[in-house]
């Protein structure tokens, strides 16, 4: 339970680095290239850290907030890395913040829903 919680922590840390990437404007020392590697860096690290967090869930899964969270953030990283390979493409730039936007619709729902738990038991 412990390992849960810190490791869910631990992804809402990397997610708010990564979700810096919209206030870019504001980190002129880091330039565009290393802005966007920062955030590509920060999103791998969430991916890496929910994937810890889900540890031995993946083999059952069931229909949950904190699955279809995870399910948004493998879109979100799937389109982010194919929109990173080919910077032109406005279908992917819309398909990657969609799914970003639905991914934190279902990380707020599920840390809601945790947090009942928590307080049920």
Do not use: E
């Not at 810890?52 to 953030?73: C, D, E, R, T, Y």
């Amino acid at each position: 339970m412990l390992f849960d919680v810190l490791t869910g922590i631990l992804s809402a840390v990397f997610l708010a680095l990564s979700l810096l990437y919209p206030l870019r404007r504001r980190w002129k020392r880091l330039g565009k290239a290393g802005r966007l590697t920062f955030h590509c860096i920060a999103g791998c690290l969430l991916l890496l850290a929910t994937l810890i967090h889900v540890n031995v869930k993946l083999a059952a899964p069931g229909f949950s907030f904190g699955f279809a969270a995870f399910a948004a953030l493998l879109l979100t990283a799937v389109t982010g890395v194919l929109k990173r390979r080919n910077m032109k493409n406005k279908p992917l730039y819309y398909a990657h913040v969609l799914f970003v936007v639905l991914f934190i619709v279902a990380f707020l729902l599920h840390v809601a829903q945790q947090i009942i738990n928590l307080l049920i038991m």
